[in-house]
């Protein structure tokens, strides 16, 4: 069991850049695959991104080639996001999957507005 505490997020006009942080702790361990998922108001909560401990990505079609998804050692993970739109405004959650099969720990979220 791991402990998320996600970062970084604010208000930002179109087309600006955020970058959120996630900060793992109760493990000394690197976890099998991190995630952020994405929950807009009155919506699903939806992935992002995703990124394995040998650095392999998966985003989702809707970010791909603005957001990017890094990984510092074992209790770090990013989320860069760039060419923000309006519709990418929800609050974003850290995810962690210990077993490679299923995503067990979640983060509290934070929230990001990209408004004019």
């Known amino acids: 069991q791991v402990q998320l505490v996600e970062s970084g997020g604010g208000l930002v006009q179109p087309g600006g850049s955020l970058r959120l942080s996630c900060a793992a702790s109760?493990?000394?361990?690197?976890?099998?695959?991190m995630g952020w998922y994405r929950q807009a108001a009155g919506k699903q909560r939806d992935m992002v991104a995703t990124?394995?401990?040998?650095?392999?990505t998966d985003y989702a079609d809707s970010v791909k080639g603005r957001f990017t998804i890094s990984r510092d050692g074992a209790k770090m993970v990013y989320l860069e996001m760039n060419s923000l739109k309006p519709e990418d405004t929800a609050v974003y959650y850290c995810?962690?999957?210990?077993?490679?099969?299923?995503?067990?720990?979640w983060g509290q979220g934070t929230q990001v507005t990209v408004s004019s």
């Open positions: 990124i394995s401990s040998g650095g392999s």
């Open positions: 995810a962690a999957n210990p077993s490679g099969s299923s995503w067990e720990d």
């Open positions: 109760g493990s000394i361990y690197t976890i099998p695959i």
